[in-house]
């Protein structure tokens, strides 16, 4: 499904992905722990292409986003990066809905333009959506009038209005108070059980624990240790147990 490899990004000459390597299969659930500045973020911005690599090769769903031959770094053309582009949703931390549009139109306005979906079409998909995440009520509000977590299921269900292969999910609650984070983290619950390929940068350690197929624990740029969660949660080694105990 998605694979990461040998992925370097700097920043002012500091490296903040020094060589990574990961692999996310269909259905998998993967979180992605570790402490602040590890280059959790950073590594799914590089996936979603807000962010360009120093170098590496990332492929998602047998479509090539970029790859180094011989040293010398290629990004897919531009079509290439459209069809991979629609394959990756993003749910970011601070929500990012259109504070000019209504819940609906936030659900609406991208299948529209950039899935040529009729209005019907896209209309009917949102409030399915929406019944989704238990937000039938609020199509016509304004995000502003939403809780946070209110708001972060509504951007959960504008990244699934694009039918995406893969959710990448960055700090989804770590705006949000703990009853609105478990408004949130039932959502994720839920498209996991239903099999739904994500990516989740987490310091939700009972999500990670409960919920992900796979943990895996980075820091300062690299992978120190991923496996299943139990394996993670009970690690021999030192810093992960220090960290995984710390939270």
């Known amino acids: 499904m998605l694979s990461a490899t040998g992925i370097h990004k700097g920043f002012d000459g500091l490296g903040v992905l020094r060589g990574i390597d990961l692999n996310v299969e269909k259905g998998e659930v993967v979180a992605l722990i570790g402490p602040s500045g590890s280059g959790k973020s950073t590594l799914l911005r590089c996936l979603n292409q807000l962010e360009t690599v120093d170098s590496g090769t990332i492929v998602l769903d047998g479509l090539t986003l970029c790859r180094t031959l011989g040293g010398k770094l290629t990004y897919a053309d531009p079509a290439n990066l459209r069809r991979i582009t629609l394959k990756m949703g993003m749910v970011f931390q601070s929500y990012n809905l259109f504070p000019h549009m209504s819940v609906m139109q936030n659900l609406t306005d991208a299948p529209m333009r950039v899935r040529r979906l009729s209005r019907a079409q896209a209309t009917e998909r949102a409030r399915e959506l929406l019944a989704k995440v238990g937000l039938s009520d609020k ?5 502003y009038q939403l809780s946070g977590g209110q708001q972060q299921r509504v951007a959960i269900a504008r990244a699934l209005c694009m039918d995406p292969e893969i959710l990448c999910f960055d700090e989804p609650t770590s705006a949000l108070d703990p009853e609105l984070t478990q408004e949130v983290l039932g959502v994720m619950r839920e498209l996991a059980s239903e099999r739904m390929t994500m990516l989740v940068v987490t310091h ?11 943990v895996v624990f980075m820091e300062d740029g690299l992978i120190v240790e991923e496996g299943p969660p139990e394996q993670v ?10 960290f995984v105990g710390e939270n």
């Open 233 to 242: 949660f009970h690690s021999a080694n030192p810093r992960t147990r220090q």
């Open 204 to 214: 939700e350690m009972s999500f990670a624990r409960d919920v992900a197929d796979r």
């Open 139 to 143: 199509a016509d509000q304004s995000p």
